[in-house]
């Protein structure tokens, strides 16, 4: 079981700016964890994000030389993608692909078909520079505008983005909505379709049903799952300051429930999350 923590999900959209500084030596502690993933920093519009604006700034001092762990950036564009492609660093970028026409324009502001091209050229990028390129499948549980959704879609997606030489796709519970019968469900069909096929979980979730989730996608066959420390970000557009990332330490206990011993230090992860309390709360 992979364990990808995402604290620039966590941060992205916090206020007041961290300090550059204290984001590197946050990120070098999660370094010493055993994460799998690391998903740091993102390449778009500092309009847009300005907390994760100064990406290319952390990357200069992340010490990333002695670990394992991949690190992760998210890109929107083929510009964002140019950019990240630059850092040998870099294992893997991530690209959010909506399957929700209406969140796809209000996130990317451009159409589903847009996108899709977009891949095309991102996965062109990432493929010449030698990096891995995630597919994060945005709101691939369903989603709150009505738009066409169900199992098959997002099947469907798959079997088109896979066809560019995609190879991990991580599911987005972007709002969540998911329930534990649609989680198993496409869970147990994509694993089935597609075996050579890595896919992962992103759950947004309220204190009270991460475990229902967790255990749902892992008995289905998933074991790459994204948290963040204290369960803190999630999606602006969910409108419930519940409703956050799937908690990290939730993460870990099951991994260790599952398939004890873990890789993860358990005591450098307590200080890494003693240290995103100070970032957050001072």
């Known amino acids: 079981m992979k364990i990808i923590e995402c ?3 966590a941060w992205q959209g916090f206020h007041p700016f961290i300090p550059t500084e204290k984001k590197v030596a946050y990120l070098n502690q999660l370094l010493k964890v055993g994460f799998d993933t690391i998903d740091f920093g993102s390449f778009v519009s500092p309009k847009a994000m300005p907390q994760v604006s100064d990406t290319a700034r952390v990357l200069e001092h992340i ?4 670990s394992s762990t991949r690190l992760l950036a998210i890109v929107a564009n083929e510009r964002g993608a140019a950019e990240a492609c630059r ?3 870099i294992n893997d970028l991530g690209y959010p692909f909506s399957i929700s026409e ?3 324009q209000r996130n990317a502001n451009s159409s589903i078909a847009e996108s899709l091209d977009r891949v095309n050229k991102i996965a062109d990028l990432s493929h010449a520079s030698g990096k891995e390129l995630v597919i994060y499948i945005s709101m691939g549980f369903g989603n709150p505008y009505n738009d066409p959704w169900n199992a098959d879609i997002v099947l469907e997606w798959v079997e088109k983005l896979m066809v560019v030489g995609i190879k991990t796709f991580s599911l ?3 709002v969540g909505l998911a329930s534990v019968r649609d989680i198993t469900l496409i869970f147990s069909k994509l694993i089935t379709a597609y075996p050579e096929l890595e896919f992962g979980a992103h759950f947004h979730t309220t204190p009270t049903h991460w475990r229902d989730k967790v255990e749902a996608a892992y008995l289905a066959g998933c074991r790459r799952f994204d948290g963040a420390l204290l369960g ?9 300051e519940l409703v956050g990332n799937m908690p990290t330490e939730q993460l870990v206990h099951f991994l260790d429930e599952k398939e004890s011993p873990s890789n993860i230090n358990k005591e450098e992860l307590e200080l890494a999350r003693q240290m995103f309390l100070e970032l957050v709360t001072n």
């Open 63 to 66: 010490d990333s030389q002695h």
């Open 172 to 174: 987005a519970d972007t």
């Open 7 to 9: 604290p620039r999900d």
């Open 87 to 89: 850092f040998e660093r």
């Open 232 to 240: 803190y970000g999630g999606c602006p557009m969910a409108q419930d």
């Open 102 to 104: 209406t969140f796809q």
